[in-house]
Each structure stands twice: as C-alpha cells, then as structure tokens.
T-cell receptor, first 116, second 113 residues
Framework: GAVVSQHPSRVICKSGTSVKIECRSL??????MFWYRQFPKQSLMLMAT?????????EQGVEKDKFLINHASLTLSTLTVTSAHPEDSSFYIC????????????FGSGTQLSVL | AQTVTQSQPEMSVQEAETVTLSCTYD???????LFWYKQPPSRQMILVIR??????QNATENRFSVNFQKAAKSFSLKISDSQLGDTAMYFC??????????FGPGTRLSVLP
C-alpha cells in the first residue's frame, strides 16, 4: 500500500518555542492531507484539512494562528505548532488521500510532542 | 452532523475465539464509506476493512468481516479466530463523500492467551 512518512516521531521542546512536523506521501501525490490530534486513550480529533496549493480549512475550536499548516506540494504538508505550551503536548497524526479516491486514506506514524 | 458511536469502551476475547465490536452512526447522506481502523500500541493507524454504503454485500478481509445494516445505521466488526496480534484499539469511522472523516471513540480489544 501507499506510504506516508511523518517525522519526527517524537519531539521535546521548551515552552514558547515552535515545532514543525512534516508529513510526506512517498509514492503517490496527495491532493488532500489531514491533521489530527489524539489525547491518551481517546479518539482522533480532526484539526484541519489541507489541499495542495490552498489555505487549510480548520475545524471549529482549532486556532489557525497556533497551528500553522502548509501544503505547498503534492507530497508534503507541514504542521507548525507556534509558541508551544504544555497543553499542546499530544500525539499528532497526519493522513493523506488522492482527490476522488477518498476511500483510500493513508496515515503517517504520528508525532508525540512533549512541551516542557 | 455526522456522528459515530462505539458503545463498548473495552472488550476481551480468548485467543482463537470470535468477537464482535459494535458501531452505530448517524448521517443524512445516502452514499458514504464506513471503515474499521486498528491502532496497536505502536499507534500506527491500520485499515482493517471498509464498506461502501451502496453495496449491500458485507465486506470481508480474511478473519475480519462486517455486518452492515444500512437502515439501522449499524456497522459491526467480527473478528474470527482471534490472535494475540489483534490486541489494539479499534476505531469505526464514517466518511461522507467530500466531507471529513469522523471517528468513533474506540474500543480497546484485548486478546487473552
């Protein structure tokens, strides 16, 4: 199956710094990528949807200035957590799909962010 | 609004036995996809099985099968011959064409030796 690479897998940062997470589709062109947040023992919560070349669509309650999403190419989307605080600590997962093939959704391996 | 409900937070099954995980959903659309995803301790999301709503035949993938009841908006997952490697969180998910995925709260399945 298709591969989505997400890195880093784990990052620890100090409060107030910014962290960038990358999500790459390795063997297909991802027209749409999704970013999720998952708290321990909970389900995935969609944060935003990004389409290549356009601005991301954020879910209600997600601060777009806090979580910057860029999808500049068909193989790369990035999530930047700006001025991170301890409450931003969470597991972040990306997924990617091709336009018109929504039944094929491929997930990255996730990034555990810990903000001290 | 789309919602997905999984009423069993935790379940356990003996190795080699059969277990069924429940899922109900709500949508006003007629065409959509339903999915079961597995998330083992590694936290990698793995697609177990998917069902297209317009297909009446229940999807099957080796030991995994679904019971799709469209009128009742029910989509249960049956795991036959359970294996230790099936221990994981299982998420039911709904995708209305063009709208976003909605995941259920998950069921933690433990397969006991």
């Amino acid at each position: 199956g298709a591969v989505v690479s997400q890195h880093p897998s784990r990052v620890i940062c100090k409060s107030g710094t910014s962290v960038k997470i990358e999500c790459r589709s390795l063997d297909f062109q991802a027209t749409t990528m999704f970013w999720y947040r998952q708290f321990p023992k909970q389900s995935l919560m969609l944060m935003a949807t990004s389409n290549e070349g356009s601005k991301a669509t954020y879910e209600q309650g997600v601060e777009k200035d806090k979580f910057l999403i860029n999808h500049a190419s068909l193989t790369l989307s990035t999530l930047t957590v700006t001025s991170a605080h301890p409450e931003d600590s969470s597991f972040y997962i990306c997924s990617a799909t091709v336009h018109g093939e929504r039944e094929k959704l491929f997930f990255g391996s996730g990034t555990q962010l810990s903000v001290l | 609004a789309q919602t997905v409900t999984q009423s069993q937070p935790e379940m356990s099954v003996q190795e080699a036995e059969t277990v069924t995980l429940s899922c109900t959903y709500d949508t006003s659309e007629n065409n959509y996809y339903l999915f079961w995803y597995k998330q083992p301790p590694s936290r990698q999301m793995i697609l177990v099985i998917r069902q297209e709503a317009y297909k009446q035949q229940n999807a099957t993938e080796n030991r995994f099968s679904v019971n799709f009841q469209k009128a009742a908006k029910s989509f249960s997952l049956k795991i036959s011959d359970s294996q230790l490697g099936d221990t994981a969180m299982y998420f039911c998910a709904l995708d209305n064409y063009g709208q976003n995925f909605v995941f259920g709260p998950g069921t933690r399945l433990s397969v006991l030796p």
